[in-house]
Each structure stands twice: as C-alpha cells, then as structure tokens.
Nanobody
Framework: QVQVLESGGGLVQAGGSLRLSCATS????????MAWFRQAPGKDRLFVGVIKSSGDTDYADSVKGRFTISRDNAKNTVSLQMNSLRPEDTAVYYC?????????????????WGQGTRVTVSS
C-alpha cells in the first residue's frame, strides 16, 4: 500500500515561516506529480501548488512568491516552504500524488492523499 504522511503543521504568527513535509512509501515517487492543497473549515479544498515529475512547479496566485515546493526523490519526500504567512493561509494542508497529463488544479486528478496537517496563522 502507498502511504502519504504530512507533518510540520502548527501555530505561527503572521509574517512568520513554516515548512511542511510529505513522506511517502511510493517506490515510483519520482514519476509522480506531487501537489499541495489546503482546506479551511467550511470551505472547498483548494490547489496550492504542484511540483511535477520533471521538477517544474506551478502555484496558486494567492501563494506565488511566498511558498516554494521542492522534492527529494532519493528520500521520497516533498516539502512546502511557507514564508510571509498570513491569517488567510490558515487551513489543513494536504499532500497528494498523481501522474500523466492532468488538470493539476483539480482535486479529482489526484489518486493518493495524506490525512493533512493543520496550519494556524495568528494575527
């Protein structure tokens, strides 16, 4: 079974930084596109960013310039470095995996999901 586990969430003040990690047991990890989504209470799960199998990245406009996704294929991990955090970044953050030619913005495109890690940004 493929396991996906997020970690690194917590409470941080506005303007601060936090680094989330996603560890997987997927032996084909290097061939997958790895994305981060987030979901605030009562809201839809929304795209944050993706790092493709090629290493290319794409981000939602709301986080562009503040968040950075990276991957370590030797360790089967992906990270989300979050800087200049704002209260509106508060959400549960999810790591997800897919492959092929897909709509990277869509929740339905992803086959594997972690259980999420909670990020709270205080004013």
């Amino acid at each position: 079974q493929v396991q996906v586990l997020e970690s690194g969430g917590g409470l941080v003040q506005a303007g601060g930084s936090l680094r989330l990690s996603c560890a997987t047991s997927d032996r084909t990890f290097s061939a997958r596109h790895m994305a981060w989504f987030r979901q605030a209470p009562g809201k839809d799960r929304l795209f944050v960013g993706v790092i493709k199998s090629s290493g290319d990245t794409d981000y939602a406009d709301s986080v562009k310039g503040r968040f950075t996704i990276s991957r370590d294929n030797a360790k089967n991990t992906v990270s989300l470095q979050m800087n200049s955090l704002r209260p509106e970044d508060t959400a549960v953050y999810y790591c997800a995996a897919t492959w092929g030619d897909v709509d990277f913005y869509s929740v339905s495109a992803y086959a594997y999901w972690g259980q999420g890690t909670r990020v709270t940004v205080s004013s």
